[in-house]
């Protein structure tokens, strides 16, 4: 992961909202992924008592820093770089992908610039009018029903941008059995097969093809292949104890 998203520089931004009950569940969804920065351009309701209802006291911080302001030209003026949300593709609407590749993009950009991710109104969303003032323009990925709860919208964005700054989990990856190791197994495999008559000694190679085949897709491991030729040794052990058996039965 070459960068992270700087989380300090990331500010939601709520255009026109209509409810007020979606500006405190956006506060709340922001500050569950660690962004503090809220935004709201000409709220068409902004009761301050159904904001926090919805905010709960754990996003108190977040509604007291909110910046209203009255249009989005005002808003948008301290910023680096925005990005518009959209459920609408087509035309002027040029998206640069799913809000994982967004968190991709912005990694970079927001190390030293204030990055915006605008959302518009529950209604209609974002008008052209909005999109030109972005630089990019994201969308969500849904089915067929492509509205979403403006909290919930934001919910994903605000995820996905947190996301991408988790550490990546390290792969443990035993060690894989080497050639020597393989090459032995394999040679001692045919010779049991073929005493057991299990393949055809005239051509064993075209059958032992298959086993290789079927040991690189397994990706076998060097305790792996001591398993197997553990087996082997003990398949042969007990054919010669049987076989010698069997000779001193026909002698007695």
Not at 115 to 143: K, M, Q, S, W, Y
Request: charged residues 20%; glycine residues 6%; aromatic residues 6%.
């Amino acid at each position: 992961m070459p960068a992270t998203v700087n989380l300090k520089n990331i500010a939601i931004i709520l255009n026109r909202p209509r409810y007020p009950e979606n500006i405190g569940a956006a506060a709340r969804a922001m500050l569950n992924m660690g962004l503090s920065q809220l935004m709201v351009v000409d709220p068409q309701n902004c009761d301050l008592t159904r904001i926090l209802k919805m905010a709960t006291h754990a996003a108190v911080e977040v509604i007291e820093q909110m910046q209203v302001y009255e249009n989005l030209q005002s808003a948008l003026e301290t910023l680096n770089y925005v990005v518009g949300t959209t459920a609408r593709l087509g035309g002027q609407r040029q998206v640069i992908g799913s809000p994982a590749k967004l968190a991709q993009k912005l990694a970079p950009i927001s190390e030293n610039n204030r990055v915006g991710i605008l959302f518009g109104p529950e209604d209609r969303g974002l008008t052209n009018a909005d999109i030109r003032l972005c630089h990019e323009l994201a969308n969500i990925p849904t089915a067929e029903f492509s509205s979403l709860n403006l909290a919930q919208a934001v919910m994903i964005i605000c995820y996905e941008l947190r996301a991408y700054n988790q550490p990546q989990d390290n792969i443990f990856v035993p060690r894989l059995a080497n050639r020597y190791e393989l090459d032995g197994m394999y040679a001692q495999l045919k010779d049991i097969l073929v005493r057991i008559s299990f393949i055809q000694p005239d051509n064993p190679d075209h059958f032992m093809n298959n086993i290789r085949y079927f040991g690189t897709r397994m990706q076998l491991r060097a305790k792996e292949v001591s398993i197997i030729r553990g087996i082997c040794r003990q398949i042969d052990w007990y054919g010669k104890r049987c076989y010698q058996e069997g000779v001193k039965k026909s002698r007695d």
